[in-house]
C-alpha cells in the first residue's frame, strides 16, 4: 500500500515541472532552452502511464471488468490528452505573453481556460453512463472519484506555478 502515495507524489511532482520548464522554454534572453515540447510530450506519456497504474491499483477490477474496462479508459484517456493539450497550449500562450497581456489577450486566454474546464466536465459527463456500461455503479464511481483526485491534484499543482496576469502600466 506505501506505493501508491509514492506513486501520486510522482505524478504531482513530475507535472509541477512542466509549467516551468515552459517558463525556461520561452525565455530566449535568459539563455539556450532546456525543455523542448519533445520533452513535454514524453513527460505527460510517462503521467498518463503513472496514473493508469495508480487507477489499477485502487480500481480493484475483475479479470472480466478489466477485459472490458481499459479499452474504454484508454479511448477516455485520448480524450483527455487532446484537451490536455489544448491546455498545455493555452499555458504556453500565456508564458510567451506574460508581462505583456493587453486587456483583450487576458480575456480571450480567460474565457478559452474556461471553456477548457466545460469540455473536461462534458467528456467526463459523456463517459460516465459508457464506463457505467462496463462496470458496476459503485466501481464506476470509484473511477471517476480517482480520475478527479488525480487530475484535481495535478491541476492545482500546476496553477500554483502559475504566477498571476500582472496589469500594464
Not at 483527455?80 to 489577450?105: C, H, P, R, V, W
Not at 471553456?115 to 462496470?135: F, S, T, W
Amino acid at each position: 500500500m506505501r506505493k501508491q502515495p509514492i506513486l501520486l507524489l510522482f505524478l504531482v511532482s513530475a507535472w509541477a515541472l512542466i509549467v516551468p520548464a515552459t517558463y525556461a522554454q520561452t525565455d530566449a534572453s535568459k539563455g539556450d532552452p532546456t525543455v523542448t515540447d519533445q520533452d513535454i510530450k514524453l513527460l505527460r506519456k510517462d503521467l498518463r502511464s503513472e496514473k493508469k497504474q495508480l487507477i489499477a491499483a485502487h480500481l480493484k477490477l475483475t479479470e472480466a471488468e478489466a477485459t472490458k474496462f481499459w479499452p474504454v479508459y484508454d479511448q477516455y484517456s485520448a480524450e483527455m490528452a487532446k484537451l490536455g493539450d489544448q491546455k498545455y497550449a493555452l499555458i504556453k500562450e500565456y508564458a510567451q505573453n506574460f508581462g505583456s497581456l493587453t486587456d483583450e489577450q487576458a480575456q480571450s486566454l480567460t474565457k478559452r481556460s474556461l471553456g477548457l474546464d466545460e469540455a473536461i466536465a462534458q467528456l467526463r459527463i459523456k463517459y460516465v453512463p459508457i464506463v457505467n456500461g462496463v462496470l458496476p455503479g459503485t466501481k464506476t464511481a470509484t473511477f471517476f472519484q480517482l480520475e478527479r483526485r488525480i487530475m484535481g491534484l495535478i491541476d492545482l499543482q500546476v496553477a500554483s506555478q502559475i504566477p498571476l496576469v500582472q496589469e500594464q502600466n
